[in-house]
Each structure stands twice: as structure tokens, then as C-alpha cells.
Nanobody
């Protein structure tokens, strides 16, 4: 069982920045896929950004050019750098890490962007 702990969320004004971190309790070196998702009230959970073992990234159109996903295998941590935040980015952000046979989710961290 791998535990994922997200941190870095909070309240920020529009135009501001936050960096989310997702620390895994086990090595992410062999993880096939790591992603950040978000869920706003009354909406479905959606992919924000993902990164594969090979370093390939996929970023949602709504955040392209503003958000960047990265990983530090030595620290077993995945990051989401969020710049130029907008009120519509307000949501609970979840970390997802997938291995060959297992899929893990964090508990989520709240991001609130005020206008």
C-alpha cells in the first residue's frame, strides 16, 4: 500500500502562484504514470496534468502555459507548479500514481483562487 500526501494548497488571489507537492511513501521510480486531477463543486473530476516514466507530459488545455508537472524520483515526489491562477482553477486537487498493478490516490488539497 502506497500513501500519497498532497500539500501546498491554499487561498491565493487571481494571478498568483502555488506549488502543489505529492509525497509518496514508496519509490515512484517504477511508477508508470503520475497525474494531478481536480474536482470543483458540482463537477466531475478532471485531469489537470500527467507525467509518464519516460518524462512525457500531458497538460489540459485549460491550464496549458500556466501549469507545469514535474517529478523528483529521489524524493518520491510529484509537483504541480501553478502560475497565473484564475478563479476557475478553484477545486480540490488530487494526486494519482499508477504502478503496473496498482492505482493510488491522495486525499486531496484545496486550492481557492479569489478574484
Amino acid at each position: 500500500q502506497v500513501q500519497l500526501v498532497e500539500s501546498g494548497g491554499g487561498l491565493v488571489q487571481a494571478g498568483g502562484s502555488l506549488r502543489l507537492s505529492c509525497a509518496a511513501s514508496a519509490s515512484i521510480f517504477s511508477a508508470n504514470y503520475m497525474g494531478w486531477y481536480r474536482q470543483a463543486p458540482g463537477k466531475q473530476r478532471e485531469l489537470v496534468a500527467a507525467i509518464t516514466t519516460g518524462g512525457n507530459t500531458n497538460v489540459a488545455d485549460s491550464v496549458k502555459g500556466r501549469f507545469t508537472i514535474s517529478r523528483d524520483s529521489a524524493k518520491n515526489t510529484v509537483y504541480l507548479q501553478m502560475n497565473n491562477l484564475k478563479p476557475e482553477d478553484t477545486a480540490v486537487y488530487y494526486c494519482n500514481v499508477r504502478y503496473s498493478l496498482y492505482n493510488y490516490w491522495g486525499q486531496g488539497t484545496q486550492v481557492t483562487v479569489s478574484s
